[in-house]
């Protein structure tokens, strides 16, 4: 396949709302030396309208505007299940008390009086954006992790639709326990998330077996692949290691990456995975043959604060928070993550998705236990 590259992940971008046009140039000045991108609207429609076509990632709002005031702005954006999250810092010269009162009851999450220290300002507009990030990331936690827990237990599920007779009680029985440790390994990730998310180094890396690791990912997700009628073909040297931290590996990135892949996937077609060692690095490569993805989506797919949930082609649905966690991971093995994909809209005759992983290689000094 001639597939694209993903594009890189983009800086905060900020919306300035405001009547007065000296006063966006003063504060889209101030933005511009911290490196935020930022948009000036200079009404409420106007910056409604903006956000439809782009979601930022803090607003700064005015309120004493013509026609619609920055209370109206705020109290529809709230309203909204797609704008409810993004914060709204008020910067008015409006100071009685039940102005600002009333700032934080519509939902804003700052209220700064005019005239302001641009210091103080921007110190603000980074802390807020920190909570953001730390709120955003907490819930792709639970969501990926309510994922990651359903494949966990997915071999009950087909176990109990295979019972007819008391012989499949064995079959059963092994099955929970496979299940119920996979579960317990997931509960172990959310201490090891938590840990990445507070900026410690907690995970143990060791050499792991690739081959393994991606035999017992196939054996969780075995019921996905049959519904679907998907052909799993895997070209991968029985003592290939990569140096990562086995419970994440197998049920985050590897579990995620083939989820999505059979989600997109067409039925009666394959997934192909194959990898190899180059130096010091292994790169392992999966594909499929599905709808693709778009350039915009193909951009996004990391940014845990971007809409990348799509309905996959027998009408499965998802979080989209899935990838974030994958290269979060990823980059805490070392590793690089890349996809490279084209739509079957644009060519009906070659298209899918691949996701190519650069790991560090296991070393001999440091084996899988």
């Keep these: 396949m001639n597939l694209n590259k993903s594009a890189l992940e983009q800086k905060p971008f900020i919306l300035i709302v405001d009547d007065v046009p000296k006063n966006l140039q003063v504060l889209g000045s101030i933005l511009s030396s911290e490196g935020y991108h930022f ?3 200079t009404n409420g429609k106007q910056a409604l309208k903006i956000i439809e076509k782009r979601h930022p990632d803090l607003i700064l709002l005015d309120i004493m505007m013509p026609e619609m005031d920055g209370y109206e702005v705020c109290k529809i954006l709230k309203n909204a299940p797609r704008t409810k999250d993004i914060p709204i810092v008020f910067l008015t010269a409006k100071t009685e008390t039940e102005d600002i009162v009333k700032g934080f009851d519509l939902g804003g999450v700052d209220y700064i009086t005019k005239p302001f220290n641009s210091a103080e300002l921007l110190m603000r507009i980074r802390t807020h954006l920190e909570i953001l990030k730390v709120n955003n990331e907490r819930k792709e936690l639970l969501h990926v992790l309510c994922h990651d827990l359903t494949n966990a237990f997915s ?3 087909a176990a109990l639709n295979l019972i007819e007779d008391y012989e499949m009680f064995e079959r059963l029985k092994q099955d ?3 299940a119920a440790d996979n579960g317990l390994k997931i509960i172990d990730l959310v201490r090891k998330i938590r840990a990445l998310e507070d900026g410690k180094r907690i995970l143990l890396l060791k050499s792991v077996n690739l081959k393994k690791a991606i035999d017992e990912s196939v054996v969780m997700l075995e019921q996905k692949f049959t519904e679907k009628r998907i052909e799993f073909f895997s070209d991968i040297d029985e003592g290939l290691t990569v140096h990562a931290e086995r419970t994440s590996l197998i049920n985050s990135v590897i579990n995620n990456i083939f989820t999505n892949a059979v989600k997109f996937s067409f039925p009666d077609s394959k997934i192909t995975l194959r990898a190899k060692q180059v130096g010091d690095k292994v790169t392992i490569s999966i594909w499929d043959i599905g709808i693709g993805m778009s350039q915009g989506l193909q951009r996004d797919i990391f940014d845990m604060k971007k809409a990348t949930s799509r309905i996959g082609t027998s009408g499965e649905v998802g979080t989209g928070f899935g990838m974030p966690l994958v290269k979060k991971f990823v980059n805490a093995y070392g590793g690089t993550i890349e996809i490279f994909s084209k ?14 992983l650069t790991l560090n290689a296991g070393t001999a000094e440091n084996n899988e236990v």
């Design 39 to 41: 948009t000036p609207a």
């Design 155 to 157: 071999p009950i599920v």
């Design 176 to 178: 929970m326990h496979t």
């Design 343 to 356: 739509e079957e809209r644009d060519d009906p005759h070659d298209h899918g998705t691949e996701i190519k």
